[in-house]
């Protein structure tokens, strides 16, 4: 009975087949199509990473430009700032143990004290664990005197100059006049008033002063003044009765913000400032006292 059926019906089933093989040919085909066009995923975009340099820190050079201004017209020898580690590839200058080096002056207060040092014929600021050429270090600032420590670590001791003690005079010239003798420790520097804050000081005076530098720094001290974490000038500490500071009109309490337009912001400024007053012929200070601002200005002639 199957048998007569499949006979009879032999066109249709194959044409059944027939439909049945091409649809699963279409759907197979369609599937492995897609597969074939179905896109990747995605790489992730890599965003670039931008490099930050860190802020650089101020060092000495960076001061530098006061001394190429020539702010005060100084006849003298060029100072420079002394790096605090040699420069690779750069000689040093040799010298004998510890080196002939001279203190010319120092900036103990604050958290960055400086030395000014004389040597090989250059005046040069060194800060604290600076390295000296010769090999030695600054290991130590005071007030009126550095330490360095040798190679060997022998330790040396540098001292501002100290003025030389005068002879005893004769006794035939100690018999003066009592109202002839001058106070103790004061000195007459011919200082002349020429109207409000205007002083001339002659220049023999000024020359004998600049001529002993380690007696003149000893007849003020002065400190750093400091408004929110920022250095603003210096405040005089002291001024020894009778010196020249004294007699150019400053006082205890007053604050020193400029000298010839050079604000004394930093350490480094004051004490390069200073130096180059050695020579200078027109000086001229923005101060405050008692919370006025006032200028000072100076001929030296």
């Given at each position: 009975?199957?048998?007569?059926?499949?006979?009879?019906?032999?066109?249709?089933?194959?044409?059944?087949?027939?439909?049945?093989?091409?649809?699963?040919?279409?759907?197979?085909?369609?599937?492995?199509?897609?597969?074939?066009?179905?896109?990747?995923?995605?790489?992730?975009?890599?965003?670039?990473?931008?490099?930050?340099?860190?802020?650089?820190?101020?060092?000495?050079?960076?001061?530098?430009?006061?001394?190429?201004?020539?702010?005060?017209?100084?006849?003298?020898?060029?100072?420079?700032?002394?790096?605090?580690?040699?420069?690779?590839?750069?000689?040093t200058?040799t010298?004998?143990?510890?080196?002939?080096?001279?203190?010319?002056?120092?900036?103990?207060?604050?958290?960055?004290?400086?030395?000014?040092?004389?040597?090989?014929?250059?005046?040069?600021?060194?800060?604290?664990?600076?390295?000296?050429?010769?090999?030695?270090?600054?290991?130590?600032?005071?007030?009126?005197?550095?330490?360095?420590?040798?190679?060997?670590?022998?330790q040396?001791?540098?001292?501002?100059?100290?003025?030389?003690?005068?002879?005893?005079?004769?006794?035939?010239?100690?018999a003066?006049?009592?109202?002839?003798?001058?106070?103790?420790?004061?000195?007459?520097?011919?200082?002349?008033?020429?109207?409000?804050?205007?002083?001339?000081?002659?220049?023999?005076?000024?020359?004998?002063?600049?001529?002993?530098?380690?007696?003149?720094?000893?007849?003020?001290?002065?400190?750093?003044?400091?408004?929110?974490?920022?250095?603003?000038?210096?405040?005089?500490?002291?001024?020894?009765?009778?010196?020249?500071?004294?007699?150019?009109?400053?006082?205890?309490?007053d604050?020193?913000?400029?000298?010839?337009?050079?604000?004394?912001?930093?350490?480094?400024?004051?004490?390069?400032?200073?130096q180059?007053?050695?020579?200078?012929?027109?000086?001229?200070?923005?101060?405050?006292?008692?919370?006025?601002?006032m200028?000072f200005?100076?001929?030296?002639?």
């Open positions: 009975m199957i048998l007569t059926f499949l006979q009879k019906n032999t066109r249709g089933i194959f044409l059944l087949l027939s439909i049945l093989l091409g649809l699963a040919t279409g759907y197979f085909c369609a599937v492995l199509l897609g597969l074939l066009l179905q896109p990747g995923a995605p790489e992730p975009v890599r965003q670039p990473t931008r490099m930050t340099r860190p802020a650089r820190k101020p060092v000495l050079n960076d001061y530098q430009a006061i001394l190429q201004r020539n702010i005060f017209n100084s006849a003298g020898g060029k100072l420079s700032f002394a790096p605090s580690t040699p420069t690779r590839g750069t000689p200058a010298t004998s143990a510890g080196g002939n080096w001279t203190l010319v002056g120092t900036v103990s207060g604050g958290s960055k004290p400086l030395a000014a040092l004389a040597g090989n014929g250059k005046t040069r600021t060194y800060r604290l664990g600076a390295k000296l050429p010769g090999g030695a270090q600054l290991t130590k600032i005071e007030r009126s005197k550095v330490t360095l420590t040798l190679a060997g670590g022998r040396q001791i540098l001292e501002l100059p100290k003025k030389s003690a005068p002879s005893r005079p004769r006794a035939r010239t100690a003066v006049r009592a109202g002839n003798r001058r106070p103790v420790g004061k000195q007459d520097y011919a200082v002349r008033s020429l109207g409000k804050n205007r002083w001339q000081i002659p220049r023999s005076a000024a020359e004998k002063a600049r001529s002993n530098i380690g007696e003149l720094l000893k007849q003020a001290r002065v400190e750093p003044y400091v408004v929110n974490g920022s250095t603003e000038g210096f405040v005089i500490k002291m001024i020894k009765p009778g010196s020249l500071f004294n007699q150019i009109g400053l006082r205890v309490g604050v020193l913000h400029e000298i010839n337009g050079v604000p004394l912001d930093s350490p480094e400024k004051a004490l390069q400032v200073f180059q007053l050695r020579q200078a012929r027109q000086i001229n200070v923005s101060l405050e006292r008692r919370g006025n601002p200028t200005s100076y001929e030296i002639d």
